[in-house]
């Protein structure tokens, strides 16, 4: 925030994108490197979120205990408040269309938008400040190019995609990475990603 002038509204989604927070120079990190990702974990809570689910479609569960029970930002909330015409606002993952005056209108950001029968409207910003306009244009270039791989299955340009992302500071690391997982998803994936 001192750097930038700005601060991100979620810092555990942001430290993942900058490249020093991630423990690799001689000093300590402040604050703490980033922690690894447990999949298993999330695989867990993420079935028990679907077994809540199921439980308020089937009427088990009241909806007055999914409006008392229930977190913020669900997209029940943002129809609820769409339909209602409440006038509540959300962060919500859509393109810029002008929101923010120095990234392109197509850039997809989450943004504070406004959301009613109108559609769903994101609120202008100050422009973004260099530096960390530079670094957002680095995780949209990788989000471009993880698009353009997925379209074209093409492996060089998945590799482009994988050094161009913050996270990835190893070119090997990066290929191999590829590897293991083109050939693990092999099943699910187009034929072409096997050629």
């Not at 996270?167 to 590829?178: F, G, P, S």
């Amino acid at each position: 925030m001192n750097i930038y002038g700005a601060y991100p509204t979620a810092v555990s989604h942001t430290k993942e994108y900058v490249p020093f927070f991630q423990g690799y120079g001689a000093s300590q990190v402040n604050p703490e490197p980033i922690i690894l990702f447990d999949a298993e974990n999330r695989a867990e809570e993420m079935k028990t979120d679907w077994h809540l689910n199921e439980e308020f479609a089937s009427g088990k569960r009241t909806i007055a205990e999914f409006i008392r029970d229930g977190k913020k930002d669900h997209a029940t909330d943002i129809i609820q408040n769409m339909w209602g015409n409440l006038k509540g606002q959300y962060y919500i993952n859509t393109s810029n269309r002008g929101a923010v005056p120095n990234m392109p209108d197509d850039a997809f950001l989450e943004l504070k938008c406004n959301c009613d029968m109108n559609g769903i409207r994101p609120l202008k910003v100050p422009a973004m400040p260099r530096g960390l306009l530079g670094l957002q244009h680095q995780v949209l270039d990788t989000h471009e190019l993880t698009a353009e791989a997925a379209v074209s299955c093409d492996r060089k340009t998945l590799l482009k995609a994988m050094v161009t992302d913050p996270i990835i500071n190893n070119i090997t690391d990066a290929k191999n990475i590829m590897s293991e997982l083109l050939y693990l998803e092999k099943e699910a994936l187009p034929s072409a990603w096997n050629k």
